[in-house]
């Protein structure tokens, strides 16, 4: 039986060539062929053939004043990548993260027709913890995570009247309305008491990589604790944790914004 030979023991210098091209492209914004010869070391007729190749299939491209940029088959690319990336996986450290950072669970949902579902959470180290459970659906118009969905996803609310769960859940569709709004246009939303009389929630969205609704992270705990102080405390981290995961997912801008104090 032939020997096994090891992947990536050599290299193949045209394609670290092009490679150190795109790197420079990507670096730069837009080069000339001149200036990525002098860049990458690579002479300027090599560097000119391996753009018109890379051209040719789309990962480059050549603007109206003759430099080149990086071409939309690396976006599609990227977003294959993207796609097959477990979002639980990448989303772990980030929610263990914002455990230490805030002392309440963290929850991580995505949209499902009517409600949002948990789909993975790290607990608080505190004896008196929230109820995140794999599965556990949020209800769209009494939970925080549920607000965030109707915000900025594609998701529906059921026909007919709007559940009352405890005395401050909002039953009236203006009202959730204006909920929905605050939460669109500050890019979060928070829940105290409206589905347990005792539990107390912020959310955010996460974005994926073409601004689509792609989770969900969410801060849970009991309204002693989480408090309006806590809320307010908590708030910042959050909405970090949902930017880095934005990020990760390929998605660039902002999630949310935090309110100026008085």
């Not at 969205?205 to 908590?234: K, Y």
């Not at 949902?242 to 990760?248: H, V």
Request: aromatic share 2%.
């Amino acid at each position: 039986m032939p020997p096994i030979r090891r992947q990536g023991a050599r290299r193949v210098a045209a394609v670290s060539r092009a490679l150190a091209v795109m790197n420079e492209l990507a670096n730069a914004g837009e080069l000339g062929t001149n200036e990525l010869a002098r860049r990458t070391g690579v002479n300027a007729s090599t560097v000119s053939r391996l753009l018109a190749t890379l051209a040719a299939d789309g990962y480059v491209d050549q603007s109206p004043n003759g430099r080149y940029r990086l071409g939309i088959r690396l976006v599609q690319l990227g977003n294959a990548v993207v796609d097959r990336l477990d979002l639980r996986e990448l989303a772990q450290p980030v929610l263990h993260e914002l455990v230490e950072q805030v002392g309440e669970t963290a929850t991580l949902s995505v949209q499902g027709e009517h409600e949002a579902v948990t789909v993975d959470f790290a607990r608080s180290p505190s004896s008196v913890q929230g109820v995140a459970q794999i599965g556990r659906p949020s209800v769209a118009h009494a939970t925080a995570t549920g607000k965030v969905m109707l915000a900025f996803g594609n998701t529906t609310l059921p026909p007919g009247p709007l559940r009352r769960y405890t005395t401050r859940t909002i039953a009236d569709p203006r009202l959730l309305a204006r909920a929905i709004e605050r939460a669109r246009r500050s890019g979060w939303a928070d829940a105290v008491g409206e589905r347990e009389e005792d539990l107390a929630a912020l959310a955010a969205p996460v974005r994926g990589s073409r601004g689509e609704l792609a989770a969900i992270v969410g801060v849970q705990g009991p309204v002693s604790r989480l408090d309006a102080h806590a809320r307010e405390a908590a708030l910042e981290p959050l909405l970090a944790a949902a930017g880095k995961l934005s990020a990760r997912l390929g998605f660039v801008g902002s999630v949310g914004s935090v309110p100026e104090g008085d």
